[in-house]
């Protein structure tokens, strides 16, 4: 059931919603990268130290589902004391997009399953706006390689994150030499190792 407030509604809804668009794959790439679908309030959210990425994301639900009212928050990390943005999206879009394939609830302990399309994308212009939000959102620069790296829990014998799978796949697609994914970090957190 959907919430009837003001705040969860959608004026002029777009239809049909199209995700193989270059908003649609930015959008994806954002919501599996550094955002997620709520386990039981299935509202998408987004998270950010960048204002600019969180509006740029804002708009891209916009232009994707239709137009609504949203308020990107401020918040303070305890931990590292460092400001970030947070968005929350209408109820209305989880449920459409758990509808058609999104796993909701923590990635760290889930392993989310991935939209199918997403692995048979041919157009690079695609591929590239999906995997530039990747690397902005999970992307990191070492000594001698460009990478991007996921948290997830440690399970006996569990496969690499299929979000870091995807993201191999299409880099592949482009002609990219990708080695992993691979174990970098073992540390301890609220749901394990």
Same mark, same amino acid.
Not at 157 to 176: M, S, V
């Given at each position: 059931?959907?919430s009837?407030?003001n705040s969860?509604?959608? @004026?002029?809804p777009?239809f049909?919603i199209k995700?193989n668009t270059?908003?649609?794959m930015?959008?994806i790439?954002?919501?599996y *990268?550094?955002?997620g679908?709520g #386990?039981?309030n299935?509202?998408?959210?987004y998270t950010n130290r960048?204002?600019k990425?969180?509006? #740029?994301?804002?708009k891209?639900a ?6 609504f009212?949203? #308020?990107?928050?401020?918040r303070?990390s305890k ?10 999206l ?6 459409i ?9 923590d990635?760290?302990?889930?392993n989310?399953e991935t939209?199918k ?5 041919k157009?690079n212009?695609l591929?590239r706006e ?7 959102d999970?992307?990191y620069?070492?000594e001698r ?7 997830s829990?440690?399970?006996?014998k #569990?496969?690499?994150a299929n979000?870091l799978?995807?993201?191999k796949?299409?880099?592949e ?5 990708v080695h992993?994914p691979?174990l970098?970090k073992r @540390?301890?957190?609220? *749901?394990?190792?």
């Amino acid at each position: 059931k959907c919430s009837g407030s003001n705040s969860d509604k959608i @004026y002029n809804p777009k239809f049909p919603i199209k995700l193989n668009t270059k908003e649609g794959m930015r959008f994806i790439s954002n919501l599996y *990268h550094d955002g997620g679908i709520g #386990e039981i309030n299935r509202q998408p959210q987004y998270t950010n130290r960048s204002f600019k990425e969180v509006q #740029e994301f804002l708009k891209d639900a916009q232009r994707l589902f239709g137009r609504f009212n949203r #308020e990107i928050k401020s918040r303070i990390s305890k931990l590292s004391k460092r400001e970030y943005f947070v968005i929350n999206l209408p109820t209305v879009i989880g449920v459409i997009l758990i509808s058609i394939g999104y796993t909701s609830g923590d990635k760290t302990k889930n392993n989310l399953e991935t939209f199918k399309f997403l692995g048979s994308i041919k157009s690079n212009i695609l591929i590239r706006e999906y995997l530039k939000k990747a690397f902005n959102d999970d992307g990191y620069v070492g000594e001698r390689c460009i990478g991007l790296a996921q948290a997830s829990l440690i399970k006996d014998k #569990e496969k690499p994150a299929n979000i870091l799978i995807l993201d191999k796949i299409l880099l592949e697609k482009l002609g990219i030499k990708v080695h992993g994914p691979m174990l970098r970090k073992r @540390y301890q957190n609220r *749901h394990g190792l």
